[in-house]
């Protein structure tokens, strides 16, 4: 285990690509941060809803290391928090680092010790962003994004962002993702209730970097000196349990069990 800090949170309920710092964001389990316009069990990103809006959303909620803003300070790029899109800029932790399927945990850890999950949600459902549910809304095939349970007082559940894809084909990088998903959501037979985001994969860098300031996508999108593509705009992840989080809350990573996987973009 490692631990860092949350520097700053950020969301937007509508298409933009940068997002403006907030006191704080709520975490809907299998569904992403409340509000923000990328929640959502299926893909919400406008390009991956065009070219297939059943393929499920592993990208609920983007996270930066805050270190990435100096390093590229010192390159003349200026660099707020959420300007890049994020939702959780972090300190003190390699995001990029981490190997698929860890686990970040937000807020102090329990003193209490562990108990069932089951217990858990029972005892306080509001901390999960609500009881659970055996399945979420439907979303219509036609506009899943109009259709998105969020703000209908509906939890989602991790689970349900693994089932949606198994109805569809997936590319191996997907693939490989939704297997880490999985193994994560069932290791949280016993676990504390703070809130908590699976790391699924890598943000690709697109365009809209040069968009915002020019020149700032070859520094967090290129190759090395061994030829080996290198994607620094932050991770993408899964909401496992629900909660809110705040600027200057500590954060815990759990790592998953040996042998780890490097992360791929998704």
Known sequence: ???????????????SFSKPARDEIVLVAGLGVQGDVHAGVTVRHRSRVRA?????NLRQVHLIQGELFGEVGEQGFTVAPGELGENVTTRGVDLLGLPRGAVLRFGPPPASG???VAE???AAPAAFGGPRVA???AASPADPVAASPVGSGRAGSAREVVAAARRVELTEAFERAVVALEAAVEREAWSDPRPAVVITGLRNPCGQIDGFQWGLLKKVAYKDDDGRFVRKAGVMG?????????PGDPFTVELPPL????LDRV
Not at 5 to 15: L, P, Q, R
Not at 240 to 245: E, F, I, K, N, P
């Open 259 to 262: 042998p780890h996987e490097a």
């Open 52 to 56: 297939d809006p059943s393929q499920p």
């Open 114 to 116: 562990r108990r069932r």
């Open 120 to 122: 858990l949600d029972a």
């Open 1 to 15: 285990m490692s631990d860092g800090s949350v520097a700053s949170v950020s969301y937007v309920g509508e298409y």
């Open 135 to 137: 399945e979420p809304e």
């Open 238 to 246: 899964v909401v496992l349990r629900g909660g809110a989080v705040r």
